[in-house]
Structures are given as structure tokens and as C-alpha cells.
């Protein structure tokens, strides 16, 4: 696998720009790579076309398709670029996310939710810590996703977990463990991406069905890059492997620089809340009826 290593001369500066220069200088990034070298197809393998580090998924009334990363890794940073189903996609979900394994398993997800034509796709976030989700976010874009690749992209560290857009970040969930909430730190995840047919819920609530007229529905993937800590073995729970990937300040994401790095995304953060966020379960109190969850209030 090829590798990069970015060496830059910055000045000092207190702009995000020279920020940024600063974290290229600490990381190791793997240039995305044929897909068939990071990753296999899971599900439905006569769905998906690869074309060197380019994929895509089709949807039709006889299955969806999705694949995998051979590999599993705790913290890091992993991104894709993708280009949604255009025209009238409702009934489908897009996902990119990663995931553990077993009951108790933990994820990171982003959910693109199709919609008619002319109406804005719905990105949904969510998380799953020790088997237990429902800390679903909901956004539009400040873009149209379908005309264009765009890079999603999950920036996991000790401390906290980023869901960015285009390197914008959309949702922060911190690291609480210290008021007693829990927070994912030792499962490997793998890296999947799917489409598949979800007119149940997807949709205005499950309102608006797929038109498999518009079949087949297709979503590209493209450049998937992964600069993480990868697992050796086959076992998500390694504790060898865990430790080595948690241990303090042995890696890019885990310096000082990204902690300050985070503090100045937070101008961004409160942008992208204060103008498109749809939904958040830390505001629907009518779900909870027993009290909004732990770290809705921490």
C-alpha cells in the first residue's frame, strides 16, 4: 500500500489554514487504493461494478448490495467521496458507516435518505455504543448531493467522534465517560458501505414508497481512504491491539494540535446546527418519555 508522508514548512499563524498545514505534518495518510486491495463485497456482489478506487452500487426490486473493509480499526480517520441516487430516490438509503460485530457491538453511521424529485436528501446520523442506538441526528445539505462527489468522512479519537462533510463537521458526540456515560473505545470497526430498499421508514416516515419505474438506482463511492489504527488479527476485541491503538499521543489524531484543531471547528459545528439541522434526539422529549438520555444533559 502506498503511503504519503506530507512534509510542509508552515509560518506561524493563528489561521485555520496554517492549522490544518500542522495536522498534514503529524498523520501518515494512505492514499485511497484499488478498492479491491481495502475492501470485498459482502452482499450481492453482481450489484456492485469497481473500477480501480471507484464503485458502484445499484438498487432494484430484487436486491440492494453492500461490502466491507478486510481489515478493522480503532481510531483513526476513514472518508469516502460519494455521489447519491439523482431524480426520485425515495424509498432508498445510502449508507456509510462503521460498525464491530455481536450484540453488543458498537457503530457509527451516515444514513442518506432518498426523497422525491426536487426535495432535499435527509443525511442521518446515529450511533451505537455497547448494542444500544438511538441517538439519531438528522440534517439537510448545503449542497446537492447528487450532482457531485462529496467526501463524509469519521474522525474518531480518544476524546471525541467527528461525522464531517467536505471536512465540516456536522456532529461531535465527546467522550463522557467520566460522568458516567459510555463512549466506543475498545471494539474495531470495520468500514461498510450499502443501498438498499428501506420504504418502510425512509421516506417522510415511510409515507412515499420506492417507484421501481426508477429501478435501477444507482450511488457511486469513490476514493475511499482509511488513516487508521488497523487490527492484525480477526479478533475486534484484541487487547493487545486495543491498547496499542488507544495508547496516548502515539498517533496524528491523538496530538495536541487536532484537540485545538477541534475547538476551532466548533464556529462550523454551530453553523451547520443553527441552519440545518432537522432533527435531534436530545430535543425530542415527546420519544423519552422517562427523561432525555444521560448525555443530553452532561
Known amino acids: 500500500m ?17 492549522t490544518i498545514s500542522i495536522i498534514f505534518l503529524l498523520q501518515t495518510v494512505i492514499i485511497s487504493a484499488d478498492f479491491n486491495e481495502l475492501f470485498e463485497a459482502d452482499w450481492a456482489p ?22 466491507e473493509s478486510k481489515k478493522k480499526y480503532l481510531f483513526g480517520k476513514a472518508s469516502a467521496e460519494l455521489k447519491l441516487v439523482q431524480g426520485d430516490s425515495a424509498g432508498t438509503v445510502t449508507t456509510y458507516y462503521m460498525s ?8 457509527l453511521d451516515f444514513e442518506f435518505l432518498g426523497n422525491v424529485s426536487g426535495e432535499p436528501y435527509v443525511v442521518q446520523t446515529n ?15 448545503w449542497f ?21 462533510v467536505d471536512d465540516i463537521p456536522i456532529r461531535e458526540y465527546a467522550n463522557k465517560e ?9 471494539q474495531a470497526m470495520g468500514i461498510y458501505g450499502s443501498l438498499w430498499n428501506a420504504d418502510d421508514w425512509a ?7 420506492t417507484n421501481w419505474t426508477n429501478a435501477p438506482f444507482v450511488v457511486t463511492f469513490n476514493s475511499l481512504e482509511i488513516d487508521a489504527c488497523a487490527f492484525s488479527s480477526d479478533k475486534a476485541d484484541d487487547v ?34 443553527d441552519n440545518f439541522l432537522v432533527y435531534d434526539y436530545c430535543r425530542d422529549v415527546g420519544r423519552f418519555p422517562q427523561g432525555l438520555p444521560k448525555e443530553c444533559h452532561a
Open 203 to 209: 421516506t417522510q416516515g415511510g409515507r412515499v414508497k
Open 144 to 164: 446537492d448531493p447528487t450532482l457531485d462527489f462529496h467526501t463524509y468522512s469519521f474522525l474518531w479519537n480518544r476524546r471525541s467522534i467527528l461525522f464531517l
Open 46 to 67: 453482481d450489484h456492485i461494478v469497481a473500477q480501480g478506487d471507484r464503485i458502484s452500487l445499484s438498487l432494484d426490486s430484487s436486491t440492494g448490495c453492500g461490502f
Open 240 to 273: 493487545d491491539a486495543v491498547a496499542k491503538c488507544g495508547k496516548s499521543g502515539q498517533f496524528w489524531w491523538d496530538k495536541p494540535v487536532v484537540k485545538e484543531e477541534h475547538k476551532r471547528r466548533r464556529k462550523q459545528l454551530k453553523w451547520v446546527r
Open 178 to 186: 467520566r460522568k458516567g456515560m459510555p463512549y466506543p473505545r475498545k
Open 100 to 107: 464491530s460485530q455481536g450484540p453488543h457491538h458498537d457503530e
Open 2 to 18: 502506498n503511503m504519503l508522508f506530507q512534509n510542509r514548512k508552515c509560518k506561524s499563524s493563528n489561521t485555520l489554514t496554517t
Open 127 to 141: 450511533l451505537y455504543i455497547n448494542g444500544t442506538g438511538d441517538r439519531e441526528q438528522r440534517h439537510y445539505l
